[in-house]
């Protein structure tokens, strides 16, 4: 039945992609505060191209904190890995350059096939991996 259907959120043979961030970078700092670039690298251990459709994640770096939601506006090439960049202002008083950051989110990914297409229907979530960071901002 639809039940059955309906409990199955995503199909057992679509792998979660890999994130992980790889730099936090300072791109602008004023008096009032910072714009942080994210840089982060997926991979897609998948035969299938996966859209990415939504980043939502937070950021600690220097005392401040935010929480950012962004659409990445790209897709996983199959069985490869892709870079893109989130953005992140927060309020700083003083050079971030050097400081702690701790970065953690999810990206949403739209797996391909006619059950997800169902379940989007059925207004389940599209499924989602996880990032998190934790060094200094360069």
């Not at 009032?32 to 980043?55: C, D, Q, W």
């Not at 790209?74 to 700083?92: E, H, K, R």
């Amino acid at each position: 039945g639809g039940c059955a259907l309906y409990e199955k959120t995503q199909d057992p043979d679509i792998l979660a992609p890999i994130a992980k961030v790889t730099a936090v970078q300072v791109v602008k700092q004023t008096n009032e505060g910072a714009t942080l670039k994210i840089t982060l690298v997926l991979e897609n251990p998948n035969a299938l191209a996966l859209p990415l459709t939504r980043a939502s994640y937070s950021m600690t770096a220097g005392g401040a904190k935010g929480s950012y939601n962004s659409r990445p506006n790209c897709t996983l090439p199959s069985a490869g890995s892709q870079s893109f960049d989130l953005i992140a202002a927060i309020p700083a008083t003083s050079s971030l350059s050097g400081a702690a950051v701790q970065v953690q989110g999810t990206i949403t990914y739209n797996p391909p096939g006619e059950v997800r297409k169902l379940l989007t229907e059925s207004n389940v979530p599209l499924p989602t991996t996880s990032f998190s960071f934790s060094g200094s901002v360069q």
